[in-house]
């Protein structure tokens, strides 16, 4: 039985860890050959040889500020692969560094900028000219839940990147419509992932002051964003774009959370 996005060509950043590790694996089950782009060699060739080679897979070190190696990132896709159907652009960091306004200094303000908001400009304009081509092609940017609301533990450049990614993002998915490139913004909840256990590790009380706020009363799991990109990537979400999608556990959705 073919799969949701079978012989369909994904670029996906920082595919090595997280939600991008979880929608490689994804996408490779639903039948898409994708291209990995992460700045961990070791991992990412690992990734590759553990999903079955490059009939599947390929791994592609990229500095997602570079503009030149992002570039290289999406014509690997289109030589290697025949096309560039779906750009899940989704690396990012969250410093210790970047945290009150009052606290944050401008060298890691701009570092936050360029690796969360900046690398989503270029991945866009990397794969807009191969979606327009074709006529169609699906780009799901990571954003947050904070580009919607008040973070309850400050991290100012974070959180105000995430708010570009996703005003950037309904422009280009009302701008490309009628062109047939639809273009969405994921916005996870606290998830499960590397950054969220780093963060426990280095100060558990700001880390459960997430928790707190979330009705589910867990976090989510990479692999629960990984489905709902692949909903965004697949044509379940046909008629979908220019979207702010909400994966975050009924953060946004809740007034007082109930203990």
């Given at each position: 039985m073919a799969g949701r996005i079978q012989d369909r060509v994904a670029v996906v950043t920082g595919g090595c860890s997280g939600i991008g590790l979880?929608?490689?694996?994804?996408?490779v089950e639903e039948g898409a050959k994708v291209v990995i782009g992460d700045i961990d060699d070791e991992r990412g060739h690992t990734v590759v040889g553990q999903l079955g080679g490059t009939d599947?897979?390929?791994?592609?070190?990229?500095?997602?500020?570079?503009?030149e190696q992002?570039?290289?990132?999406?014509?690997?896709?289109?030589?290697?692969?025949?096309?560039?159907?779906?750009?899940?652009?989704?690396?990012?960091i969250s410093p210790p560094e970047d945290d009150s306004i009052l606290d944050t200094d401008l060298?890691?303000?701009?570092?936050?900028?360029?690796?969360?908001l900046t690398s989503v400009y270029l991945c866009c304009k990397a794969a807009?000219?191969?979606?327009?081509?074709?006529?169609?092609?699906?780009?799901i940017n990571t954003a947050s839940f904070v580009a919607v609301m008040g973070a309850a533990t400050?991290?100012?450049?974070?959180?105000?990147?995430?708010?570009?990614?996703?005003?950037?993002?309904?422009?280009?998915?009302?701008?490309?419509a009628r062109q047939g490139v639809?273009?969405?913004?994921?916005?996870?909840?606290?998830?499960?992932?590397?950054?969220?256990?780093?963060?426990?590790?280095?100060d558990a009380e700001r880390a459960a002051r997430r928790l707190v706020h979330v009705p589910m009363g867990r976090f989510g799991e990479p692999e629960e964003m990984a489905a709902a990109v692949l909903f965004l990537a697949s044509d379940d979400s046909s008629f979908m774009t220019a979207n702010t999608f909400l994966v975050d556990g009924g953060i946004s959705g809740a007034y007082v959370t109930p203990l």
């Open positions: 979880a929608t490689v694996q994804r996408f599947h897979a390929t791994y592609v070190h990229v500095d997602v500020t570079d503009k992002v570039d290289a990132l999406f014509k690997t896709a289109k030589d290697t692969y025949g096309s560039v159907d779906i750009a899940f652009n989704n690396a990012g060298d890691a303000w701009r570092k936050v900028q360029e690796v969360n807009l000219p191969y979606m327009l081509e074709q006529g169609k092609g699906s780009i400050s991290q100012i450049s974070y959180s105000a990147s995430k708010g570009g990614v996703l005003s950037m993002t309904r422009e280009l998915g009302v701008q490309f639809r273009v969405n913004a994921l916005c996870p909840g606290p998830v499960n992932t590397p950054l969220l256990q780093e963060l426990f590790a280095k």
